[in-house]
Structures are given as structure tokens and as C-alpha cells.
Nanobody, 122 residues
Framework: QVQLIEAGGGVVQAGGSLRLSCVASGSIFDINDMAWYRQAAGNQRELVAV???????EYANSVKGRFTISRDNAKYTVYLQMSVLKPDDSAVYSCQAAVLKYRDSPQDYAYWGQGTQVTVSS
């Protein structure tokens, strides 16, 4: 099996910063895309940022210029550096990894972390 464990959430004042991390472990040969999603109370889950294995990134318009996604392939870890945080950024943040379980696997499998709460106070 594969587990994803997030860390780094908490309470921060508006304008502050937080860094989230997510470590994948278990039956992993390699990982393709890794991503961060968030879901605020009463809202649908939304994609925040995604990073390919080679480092290409994409961001939601609402976080461009404020958030940075990065990864360490050797450690199966993805990070989300969040700066200039706003109350609207408050949500449960979850990571997702597209896992290849063995060499030459024809497909990858999506796994999710349990989520970490980020609360931005005004």
C-alpha cells in the first residue's frame, strides 16, 4: 500500500506564511505528478498546484505569485510554500500523488493524504 502524510498546517495571521510538506511511502517505484488540493467548508475541492516529475508547475489563478510548489523526487516528497496568506486561503489542504507501483507499469494510481488544516485569521 501507499501512504501520504502531510504536515505543516496551522493557524497564521493574514499576510503570513506557511510551508506544507507531504511524504509518500510504501509500494512505490516512482511518482508522476504530485499536487495540492484544498477544500474550504461548504465548498468543492479545488486544485491549488501541481508539479510533474520533471518540475513543470501549474497553479490556480487565486494563488499565482503567492504559492510555490516543489518536490524532492528522491524523498517522494512534495512541498507547498504559501506566502501572503489571506483568510480565503483557509481550508483543509490535501496532497495527491500519481504512483507507479513497478517498472514499466502502464498506469499510475492516485493516492491522497489525510489533509492538514490551514486557518488564516484576519
Amino acid at each position: 500500500q501507499v501512504q501520504l502524510i502531510e504536515a505543516g498546517g496551522g493557524v497564521v495571521q493574514a499576510g503570513g506564511s506557511l510551508r506544507l510538506s507531504c511524504v509518500a511511502s510504501g509500494s512505490i517505484f516512482d511518482i508522476n505528478d504530485m499536487a495540492w488540493y484544498r477544500q474550504a467548508a461548504g465548498n468543492q475541492r479545488e486544485l491549488v498546484a501541481v508539479i510533474t516529475r520533471s518540475g513543470t508547475t501549474e497553479y490556480a489563478n487565486s494563488v499565482k505569485g503567492r504559492f510555490t510548489i516543489s518536490r524532492d523526487n528522491a524523498k517522494y516528497t512534495v512541498y507547498l510554500q504559501m506566502s501572503v496568506l489571506k483568510p480565503d486561503d483557509s481550508a483543509v489542504y490535501s496532497c495527491q500523488a500519481a504512483v507507479l507501483k513497478y517498472r514499466d507499469s502502464p498506469q499510475d494510481y492516485a493516492y491522497w493524504g489525510q489533509g492538514t488544516q490551514v486557518t488564516v485569521s484576519s
